[in-house]
């Protein structure tokens, strides 16, 4: 009984302050997670080089390689930490949750409502027309494929890329890797609205916003962005907003499963159907 108290203090003071350790091991996970995301982009920007890019988009049109790679990478950090994924809130238990269940369904009527507010404005007041937001097919433009098998398989790339690729893998690296690896170093000291938050809320919501805010800019050549130096403010800052957001409900929840839900429906509400 008194080892199961020992254990459960231990539990808790980790979780306030985070794992005792060298005097170094903050500033090691910072700058571990610091660098991981220029990294990363560098990585993925350097495929031009390759004839993966090439490949990619005369097949399907969106980058599912790249964000494939988001969730394959950081699993592979966790693996050769010799750590477990659901200890970075990585579990796919967590769908069965009822709360992640009705977080989903609730966010679903939100967005929905707001997108048909939104669209209503912007059609009536603004004079803007729906389109759908499709990948360009080299095969759908070069090959004879009736118009409705193009829209229909334009679209399936389109949900899957967003809702299995940008969202998951995004999650994966952001709130589990990222997230997760800083809130074990600094601990969730404080609350907000009942949950227990820390400096790793903060710091990978900058980070996600950081690597958004990239943009185009592509060091290996003009083929895939711009090679000269540009970062986007604003795609930076809404990124970094919803990164709170996301943060959030992964500390809330305690896995990524709810905001990789969430971040889905975001894309899924806002970016199949588009505003021109």
């Not at 660098?35 to 004839?51: E, R």
């Not at 394959?72 to 949750?97: N, T, W």
């Amino acid at each position: 009984m008194k080892d199961s108290l020992v254990q459960l203090t231990d539990a808790m003071e980790t979780e306030t302050k985070g794992t005792k350790g060298s005097p170094w091991h903050r500033p090691r996970a910072v700058a571990e997670v610091t660098l991981l995301v220029p990294a990363f982009y560098f990585l993925i920007k350097s495929l031009v080089l390759t004839p993966i890019p090439f490949i990619q988009f005369r097949l399907v049109g969106w980058d599912f390689f790249a964000h494939a790679l988001m969730t394959v990478v950081p699993i592979a950090l966790i693996k050769l930490r010799r750590q477990r994924l659901r200890d970075y809130g990585i579990s796919l238990r967590q769908l069965r949750e009822p709360e992640v269940i009705k977080l989903a369904v609730a966010a679903s009527v939100i967005l929905a409502a707001v997108w048909l507010v939104l669209a209503g404005t912007l059609l009536q007041v603004g004079g803007y027309q729906l389109s759908l937001n499709l990948p360009p097919m080299w095969f759908g433009e070069n090959w004879q494929i009736p118009s409705a098998w193009k829209t229909l398989i334009g679209v399936t790339l389109t949900v899957l890329f967003e809702a299995l690729f940008c969202g998951l893998g995004e999650e994966v690296m952001f709130r589990g890797y990222i997230q997760g690896r800083l809130n074990a170093a600094f601990g969730r000291p404080w609350q907000f609205r009942g949950t227990r938050i820390g400096w790793g809320l903060f710091l990978s919501a900058a980070l996600f916003g950081f690597g958004h805010g990239l943009g185009f800019f592509n060091p290996f050549g003009e083929k895939d962005g711009w090679s000269h130096f540009t970062f986007a403010w604003q795609p930076a800052a809404i990124t970094a907003l919803q990164g709170l957001i996301f943060g959030w409900v992964r500390d809330h929840t305690e896995g990524i499963a709810a905001p990789a839900i969430l971040h889905a429906l975001i894309g899924l509400f806002y970016g199949i159907i588009i505003f021109s």
